[in-house]
């Protein structure tokens, strides 16, 4: 699968005017590489995001996105910080809704969707409801949701941001297990720079709005990784040049906040 | 020492009246705790706090009664609550009271099947879709205010003195709640949801049974519960003026013959209707919407 951007621009309107939330981004993305989206808050990440997921229309620019003609395979998955699982739907029904796009009978869906709540670690749980359990819980039922139709391409909107720091470690894990399993093409969106770095195959860097990207980093560090690559100098690099990249725009934003 | 030891995951609010409750669960902790609820799907205990209700209400009927007895109060106007009460038996032994009620209760829920029914449905398509919403609001707005009572003239001009026409009032009354209820629940539906239902590959149709219809069912339930009660006060207020039975024409009656028991009798009837109507819409909530947790509080 491939995803093209050429000169996509996003306008939306406002209040006594428009807003320009993309300008001219450029992006081109190849199958079954993760990549990762940083910059200040409010550039437009989860715009892009949406425009990947097919829930936004470009305002001009061409954006393209091929997938292979798979039936058994589910074309986007979402992942959300927040809001994401249905409170409504206890687990098991949940991780099902992944296979919505196919025609099964419930009880087949039911029976997929157990091996990933398995894998996931939460076999004990599966009809229990999301109120029922803790945010890092329900982030792992979106994994197992978002693994289950074993999409092409898989978008993720900082998925683990309103964790604890120590969850959000296990998650990063879960997360890298589950890929190296089901090969999608991943774009996630995060505000950590080094979870950038230990995710990531590149790294894009978005402007302050109107986002576009302004630089792109490579992270070389060997596959498959686990959570002792935190430590690796290279992430410790990435991460620093990640700063340097951003700092300036980031300065800016919060200078644009506080002036009055 | 507590009192909320036992797990009554299942247990219905009659069978709230706790059985001499637990008081070794100090002495015996670890024999106390299997029998907690375990699934924690089910608030497992609930408060000593739900019994405060049934204190005030003792407490408020005691001195009633009290000041009946002692002749502070006309009896005349304030008949004792235990008077009431027999006269509540008094009239349900005679077949009386059931009847009545009865009355009441078909026409309530045939017009609360209309106007509740159409309520839904526009309610749920206004929050679904704003243009629809841009359109009709101004008129709810402009309708919903308009006591219901004050269209029985002209609607019994239109369609005539029989039952049609009150069922009509006391429809139009349970629509609006309804309307509005469901309105606000699809509309308080977090975007995302959408966002995710559409990318996962729902339908239309799939996103509306998947994520509206669930999403919005703890404000339409707040709804229904709303027009349930709208119903019955707009039914009895149309007995008590246009009928023969029914709640409403029993306080006509008695307040012709000046039986003032038997107006308190019909309110304190009213009153357990509307008791009765909490715990039907708060067993239904916490059948279909246990993700919200307890109707009941605390």
Redesign the interface.
Known sequence: MEVRCQNVSLVYPTRGGATAALEDVDLELGSSELVCLVGPSGCGKSTLLKLLAGLLDPTSGALETRFEPDPDRLTRALVFQDHCVFPWMNVLDNVAFGLEFKRLRTAEKHERARAFIEQVGLGAFAKSFPHELSVGMRQRVSLARAFVGNPQLLLMDEPFAALDALTKLLLQEELLRMWSRHRALIVYVTHDLTEAALLGDRVLVMSRRPGTIVQEIAVTLPRPRDLQHRAHPEVADVSRRLWDALERDVRLGLAAQEAP | MTLDGAARAGATPQAMVDPAAPAASTTAPASASPSRGRR??VPARRSRLRWAPAILAALLFGSWELAGRLEWIPVLFFPAPSVILGTIYDMASSGELPVHIGATLSRLLLALVWGGGAGLILGMGMGYWPRLRTVVDPFVAALHPVPKMSLLPLIMLIFGIGWFSKALVVAVSTFFPMTINAMAGVRQI?P??F????????TRW?VFR??VV??S?PLVLAGARMAMNRALGATIGLELITAETGLGSMLFFAWQTLRTEELYATIFVIAALGWLFRWITNRIALAL???Q?DPRGV
């Open positions: 924690a799907s977090d995302n949801y966002d995710v239902a559409k990318v996962y590959g729902a799939r998947r994520v669930p999403g069912l919407v246990p993700w947790g």
